[in-house]
C-alpha cells in the first residue's frame, strides 16, 4: 500500500474541515494511507511543499485566499525548480472559465469545482490520489478534474 500526501491550502475552517473528514473516511474504508498537510493560507504553503513532498503528492489550492492568492501561489510553485513538477489541482467554488483558463495557462494540472456533497468529494481525492501522475497529462478538453473517470 503506498503513502500519498496531499497538502491543502485553504482559508475557509468549514471546508479545511470538510476536506480531511473526507480523507478520513477514505482511509477507514480504503485502507489507504494519506498523510493530508492542512494550510490556513498559502504563506507556508512552499515551505511545507519543500519539507515534505514525496514521490506520491498532491496539492489543492484555493483560489480566493486573503495574503496570497491561488494564482500567486501556483506561479510561485511553478517557478521553482525542485518542486515545480508537483501536480496541482486548483479547487474552488467558481466555475468562471476565466479562472479555469488562467489556472491552466499558469500551469495547473487540473481544476476542480468544490463540489456541495461529501460523496463527491471523497470521490474526487480519492481519484487525486490514484491518478498517476507521471504518466497523465492534461489538456483545455480534460482540464476539469471533477469529470475525469480515474
Excluded at 498537510?37 to 519543500?50: P, Q, R, T, Y
Aim: proline content about 3%.
Amino acid at each position: 500500500m503506498k503513502k500519498f500526501t496531499i497538502f491543502y491550502a485553504d482559508d475557509d475552517d468549514d471546508d479545511l474541515m470538510f476536506f480531511e473528514e473526507a480523507v478520513t473516511s477514505i482511509c477507514e474504508n480504503d485502507q489507504s494511507l494519506i498523510e493530508l498537510c492542512l494550510l490556513k493560507n498559502g504563506l507556508n504553503l512552499v515551505d511545507s511543499i519543500e519539507k515534505n513532498k514525496q514521490k506520491n503528492s498532491v496539492v489543492f489550492l484555493d483560489l480566493n485566499m486573503p495574503l496570497k492568492s491561488g494564482f500567486e501561489l501556483l506561479e510561485e510553485i511553478r517557478s521553482k525548480p525542485e518542486i515545480n513538477n508537483i501536480p496541482i489541482i486548483m479547487y474552488s467554488t467558481s466555475s468562471d472559465q476565466t479562472n479555469i483558463s488562467l489556472s491552466h495557462k499558469l500551469g495547473a494540472n487540473y481544476y476542480a469545482v468544490k463540489p456541495t456533497s461529501f460523496k463527491e468529494l471523497m470521490k474526487i481525492i480519492s481519484n487525486a490520489t490514484r491518478l498517476n501522475w507521471e504518466n497523465h497529462s492534461t489538456d483545455a478538453n480534460n482540464f476539469i478534474f471533477n469529470k475525469i473517470a480515474v
